[in-house]
């Protein structure tokens, strides 16, 4: 499978802990992106990455929140201190930098379902 | 505040007809248009796109037509086929981001 993988993509976990997703992109796409998605929403932008650089993140990306792509291959997002409302589908997406990014192709991964008790 | 927005939740449609998703936004700097098929349990897929400088784009049985004096988008699909009961996702880019819809449910009934 050369898709977008995520892992695990199911977590349920307890109020205040610490919880970790991994997403590994297509391997030539050097953009890497988090997405959120609550019941009801569309996908909701939480960062990027050109390569290693995190290049943009949005204000739903509390100081709780922190997602990093060493060697500018694989990405983690971390979430501290877990609250119920974190609770949520996290999309990971991977694009070629080498695309017109305006045609806003983006592959996405099949997602995280966090659940936070 | 919703930049990007799907105001029908849910659609049915009987096999063979036509489907029209609609789509509104506000920002008039969005330059490109998206849409995106999502079935449960796996994430979004890309169907097609339109650029602002266009007001139509086909493929196949899919077509977006863009009004840009009403910021209003929509996709046609004919003929609907049951396969492509899925929740349906717009979206609009204008720098480095995808600004997604809510989202509509299309039911394709056989």
């Known amino acids: 499978d050369t898709g977008v993988s995520q892992d695990p993509r199911h977590k349920i976990t307890k109020r205040g802990q610490n919880v970790t997703f991994r997403c590994d992109p297509i391997?030539?796409?050097?953009?890497l992106y988090w997405y959120r998605q609550t019941l009801g929403q569309g996908p909701e932008f939480l960062t990027y990455?050109?390569?290693?650089?995190?290049?943009?993140k949005s204000r739903l990306l509390s100081d709780r929140f922190s997602a990093e792509r060493p060697k500018g291959s694989f990405s983690t997002l971390e979430i501290q201190r877990t609250e119920q409302g974190d609770s949520a589908m996290y999309l990971c997406a991977s694009s070629l930098s080498f695309l017109p990014w305006n045609t806003g192709e983006l592959f996405f991964g099949e997602g995280s379902r966090l659940t936070v008790l | 505040d919703q930049q990007v927005k799907q105001n029908s939740p849910s659609l049915s449609v009987q096999e063979g007809r036509i489907s029209i998703l609609n789509c509104d936004y506000t920002?008039?700097?969005?330059?490109?248009f998206l849409w995106y098929k999502k079935y449960p349990a796996e994430g979004p897929t890309f169907l097609i796109s339109?650029?602002?400088?266009?007001d139509k784009n086909e493929d196949g049985r899919f077509t977006v037509f863009l009004n840009k004096s009403a910021k209003h988008l929509s996709l046609h699909i004919v003929p609907s086929q049951p396969g492509d009961s899925a929740v349906y996702f717009c979206a609009a880019t204008g720098a480095n981001n995808l600004f997604f819809g809510t989202g509509t449910r299309l039911t394709v009934i056989p």
């Open positions: 339109i650029s602002s400088i266009k």
């Open positions: 920002n008039s700097m969005f330059d490109y």
């Open positions: 391997s030539e796409h050097n953009r």
């Open positions: 990455f050109q390569n290693e650089a995190q290049l943009e």
